[in-house]
């Protein structure tokens, strides 16, 4: 047999995504794990070392990613938000502004975000470095939600002179207020409500 009549040898399969998807999958844990932690917390310190055990991953992975415990802290919370609730473009600001509080309200009154939430308000109040990690999350979610009600604003749905930012402290005024005293329920009707007197 000469060398043209040699049969092919099987080419490799290329995996390029392996990699990628394992350090998803570990970036997952990692998440995963620091919300569990901060939600079963209870006063003890979240840590880089127990996230990392508590993710089945070193230390090192973690700080290749992030640069602190807080910053992991917050992307875990964040990533949790985003995934929880949408950000709908309809093209009706009534309907997008019932979507984005509804599912603000189930999302954050479920396991593992409500536990965890209620700890970092709590701790907040003694930690000055959760305190700004709580300022940057609730900053990101308010922004979230101003942007919703901007593009309402653009479609001619509000008033061009409407304080924007006084009617995200409503949403979140009422949100804060139920769901750190819990003396009324933070459900779809509630939500409804609350969104279709803004608009109104």
Known sequence: MSEHDAPA???KSARPHTGRRRNEAARRAILDAALRLLADADGAPVTVETIA???GVGKQTLYRWWPSKGAVLLDALTDRAEQDVPAPDTGSLRDDLRAVVAATFEGASAPPTAPALRTLAREAARDPHLADLMREFTGARRAALREVLERGRERGELPKGRDLD???DQVYGVFWYRFLLGHAPLDERTATD????LVR
Do not use: N, W
Request: charge should be neutral.
């Open 9 to 11: 040898k099987p080419a």
């Open 53 to 55: 055990r508590e993710a």
């Open 194 to 197: 609350l969104a279709d007197s």
């Open 166 to 168: 006084l009617m995200v």
